[in-house]
């Protein structure tokens, strides 16, 4: 087994989708999600690689603006500049997930 490159990896989905189309969490929510991931990050200067970035589509458009965590593989849909916060306090810092943006079981 290859060893991972980031300790944690935050893909947030930018996808945007034509007027008219199926609804997508759009460049205009994500990308202000990946720049508030990128300076907490970077203001914290953890001694772990964390890395976030923006995505393509993450098939749960619905529900977006949606972001996973990896290797976990944790879903957050729903998400708000307000919740950045509480995800890398919780979930990036001290591996606890927030069971309130998690993906319902039944998306999957």
Do not use: W
Not at 5 to 20: E, V, Y
Not at 40 to 61: S, T
Not at 94 to 101: A, D, P, T
């Amino acid at each position: 087994m290859h060893p991972l490159k980031f300790d944690k990896h935050i893909f947030i989905c930018t996808h945007q989708r034509a007027p008219g189309e199926k609804q997508s969490c759009g460049e205009q929510h994500g990308l202000g999600l990946v720049a508030a991931f990128k300076k907490l990050i970077k203001d914290h200067q953890l001694p772990v690689k964390i890395r976030a970035q923006r995505a393509g589509c993450l098939d749960v458009c619905t529900l977006g603006p949606t972001l996973v965590v990896y290797p976990e593989g944790i879903f957050y849909v729903g998400v708000t500049l307000n919740d950045v916060q509480e995800i890398f306090e919780s979930h990036i810092l001290n591996n606890r997930v927030v069971e309130r943006l998690l993906l319902p079981t039944s998306k999957v």
